[in-house]
Structures are given as C-alpha cells and as structure tokens.
C-alpha cells in the first residue's frame, strides 16, 4: 500500500523557472512532512519541514505549501538553478509510537534544471 | 560530510553470501535507522535502534538483522543473498527516541552501495 504518492517523477525546468513537486498522503495520522533533497552518490539531506499547524513554511527560495483537508502538501523551488538539479522526495512521519521515528518516503522527482 | 559515516561504500559479493554494513551515528545522536534504496521500491524503511534498543521495525526481511552497540554504531548483516538485494542502503541518525520524530529530523550517510552477483 502506498501511502504517500509524488508526481511528477520527473520534471525539467529552465533557470529561473518554478519547480513544482506535489504529494498526497492517506493516513492522516501524520504529524511531520519534510522534504529531502538527494544528489547522486549522496544520502538525502533535510531541505524543508513543515508541521500540520501551518499552511505554508517558505525558507530561502524553497517553499512548502499544505493542505490538510485535502492531504496534500507541495514543494515549490523558486528561481530555480542548475545546482538544484536533484532527486527530490517528500516524507511523512506518524503519530503512532509504535511507529517510533520512522520515515515513509514518496517515489521521488527527479528535477533538472537547464541553463 | 553530514556526520553520520557508513563503510564499506561499495560491496559486490555473491548471491548466497553474507555481508555486514556498517554506521556510525552523528555525534549525540541516540537513534540509527536503516533504510533500502532501490530503483523499484525506492526508499523503504527496515528498522531503527534507539540507544541500544530496537525501535520501530519496517518491512525488513528475516534474512537481514541489525544491533545496535554500546558505542551507539549499527551494524546491518545481510545474509543468504539474492539478486534482488542488490541497493544502496542507508544508515540515518538523530537524537530523538519517537513519537515527535519530526523535532529533530534526521541525518543520512552517503551510503553503501551493494551488488549481488
């Protein structure tokens, strides 16, 4: 079952444009949704995290923005650059103990950015 | 460099074989995850030790284990290998134990890249 579903897989924008990247979540006992950013060769690496409290978290030119009734949350890269050419994944954590701290990761988007 | 070390970087053994990966954790940081990464599964959790305990458990098969040591390094043994084994794996830390698990967020390793041959 999956429980969190990005699109698109893939995207390529043009320096300077919007990238944006969307998932959807079903459970919604979920309490954390970080983005990670992933360069090849390397782990993921924490970009931006929301909280289910907030409607929108923007730090730098990266923003997320939330939509709890809809269970959607989005990645928008502004101004985008060619160093943000990556794989990114969104993520979600539960609420459950049982659960302890795991993380459950969408498919990922693979962004590039051409010159 | 994120602080979390994992070796070796690359393996390559046989299918049937057995193979141990290890990590070390960020400096401070309590709780060491495993993860699989593969091109059809994507990033999939196997399990997660916190101060020498296991945690929470993923979709881990019973052919894997993994322990946590005293100095907090994880180690993850592979055994009787397949084919579709074949990943990068990938070691995460971070101080907290649970439930607020987005407090503290994680820190990944570069990973191990293994290959079944």
């Known amino acids: ?115 | 460099d994120s602080g979390v070390t994992q070796t070796p970087k690359h393996l390559i053994t046989a299918t049937g074989q057995r193979v141990t990966l290890r990590c070390s954790p960020r400096s401070g940081d309590l709780s060491v995850y495993w993860y699989q990464q593969s091109l059809d599964q994507g990033l999939q959790f196997l399990i997660q030790y916190y101060n020498g305990e296991e945690r929470a458990k993923g979709n881990i098969l019973e052919r894997f284990s993994a322990q946590q040591f005293p100095d907090l390094h994880s180690e993850l043994n592979l055994s009787s290998l397949e084919l579709g084994d074949s990943a990068l794996y990938f070691c995460a830390s971070s101080v907290a134990k649970g439930t607020r698990a987005g407090d503290y967020g994680y820190t990944f390793g570069s990973g191990t890249r293994l290959t079944v041959v």
């Open chain 1, 1 to 115: 079952q999956q429980q969190v579903k990005q699109s698109p897989q893939s995207l390529i924008v043009q320096k300077g444009g919007i990238s944006i990247i969307n998932c959807a979540y079903e459970n919604t006992a979920f309490d954390y949704f970080p983005w990670y950013q992933q360069f090849p060769g390397k782990g993921p690496a924490l970009l931006i995290a929301i909280r289910p409290d907030v409607s929108e978290k923007k730090e730098g030119r990266f923003t997320i923005s939330f939509n709890k009734s809809a269970k959607q949350f989005s990645l928008h890269i502004m101004d985008s650059q060619p160093g943000d050419s990556a794989t990114y994944f969104c993520a979600v954590t539960p609420l459950s103990e049982a659960a302890g701290n795991k993380l459950t990761f969408g498919g990922g988007t693979r962004v590039l950015v051409k010159p």
